[in-house]
């Protein structure tokens, strides 16, 4: 039995010199995309770890750093204590304090000039003494906890605005006290390394949501 000879067809040849053209131009770019995916990830995820603590501590409230205060509550907890003392007691773009139904007076702000690091942006917050509208902050604890030096928190527009019942936004909020028409809060802001941008392997997310002020 002879053997037989097998060779590559002209067509054969061609598929394989363009795969093999694609795959010569491809890697470069993949293993670029690879290398900024790897120094991606670790960002993103703290990225993600600060935006969700912060969601949380705003809303919800949680553990607290504050000397005898094991939990501060959140901003879905403020409530009208009576018809002369509205919930909210300061309602600024970058500032909201607000009263709860078991005594805590909040005060939650953006601070973009931290001494430390004035690149580091960060939520603060404190359980402010005073009665004004525009107390002293008090003795602040930092927003998320983790990830200081490496996450930023920035406002998109304007990390709180202010809606009534109808959902119209409700002008000059910063009156002292706040309207009692307002209903609504809405909290937008960025967490972010660096300047968030992927191709320099930086993370950014951006984050909307909605608390109702309760009037009983």
């Not at 770019?29 to 120094?39: A, D, E, Q, R």
């Not at 959140?74 to 078991?102: K, M, Q, Y």
């Amino acid at each position: 039995m002879g053997l037989r000879r097998q060779a590559l067809t002209l067509i054969e040849l061609i598929l394989i010199m363009v795969l093999s053209g694609i795959v010569f131009v491809a890697s470069p770019i993949l293993l670029s995309h690879g290398v900024k995916t790897l120094v991606y990830l670790p960002k993103a995820l703290a990225v993600n770890h600060a935006a969700t603590e912060v969601l949380h501590q705003l809303v919800e409230g949680g553990f607290s750093t504050l000397s005898g205060q094991p939990t501060v509550r959140g901003l879905r907890l403020a409530v009208r204590r009576s018809a002369t003392e509205p919930a909210l007691w300061l309602a600024e773009a970058g500032r909201i304090g607000f009263h709860t139904a078991d005594g805590q007076r909040v005060l939650i702000w953006l601070d973009d000039e931290t001494v430390v690091d004035p690149e580091v942006d960060v939520i603060k917050r404190s359980l402010p003494a005073a009665s004004s509208c525009s107390p002293s902050a008090g003795t602040p604890e930092l927003i998320p906890y983790h990830a200081q030096g490496s996450v930023r928190i920035l406002p998109t527009i304007r990390l709180f605005r202010y809606y009534n019942q109808s959902g119209v936004e409700v002008n000059n909020p910063s009156s002292c006290p706040p309207p009692t028409a307002i209903r609504r809060v809405d909290i937008t802001f960025t967490a972010q390394t660096g300047g968030g941008d992927f191709d320099q392997g930086q993370a950014r997310q951006d984050l909307t949501t909605s608390v109702a002020i309760r009037v009983p």
